[in-house]
Nanobody
Framework: QVQLVESGGGLVQAGGSLRLSCAASRSVFSLNPMGWYRQAPGKQRELVADITSGGSPNYADFVKGRFTISRDNAENTVYLQMNSLKPEDTAVYYC?????????WGQGTQVTVSS
């Protein structure tokens, strides 16, 4: 079992920044990959970015150059730094982790970008 707890969402104006955090209940070395997904109202959940246990990041095209995924091994935490936010980034953001062929999800954190 893996518990994931997200934090850091909120309301921000377009062009602003937010940093999301995902704290895992076990070492992030064992979670491969870990990532962030998002789901806007009426839309399917989509991958935003993920990172392997080796530290290799992968980004969706719509966030390249604006978002950065990273992790702190000592704190068992993965971060998503979001810069130059746009109204279309408004969604619930979910942390995801793969462990022993199962995928675990956090409860989600709301990000709202006003124009």
């Amino acid at each position: 079992q893996v518990q994931l707890v997200e934090s850091g969402g909120g309301l921000v104006q377009a062009g602003g920044s937010l940093r999301l955090s995902c704290a895992a209940s076990r070492s992030v070395f064992s979670l491969n990959p870990m990532g962030w997904y998002r789901q806007a109202p009426g839309k399917q959940r989509e991958l935003v970015a993920d990172i392997t246990s080796g530290g290799s990041p992968n980004y969706a095209d719509f966030v390249k150059g604006r978002f950065t995924i990273s992790r702190d091994n000592a704190e068992n935490t993965v971060y998503l730094q979001m810069n130059s936010l746009k109204p279309e980034d408004t969604a619930v953001y979910y942390c995801n982790a793969a462990f022993r062929n199962f995928y675990y999800w956090g409860q989600g954190t709301q990000v709202t970008v006003s124009s």
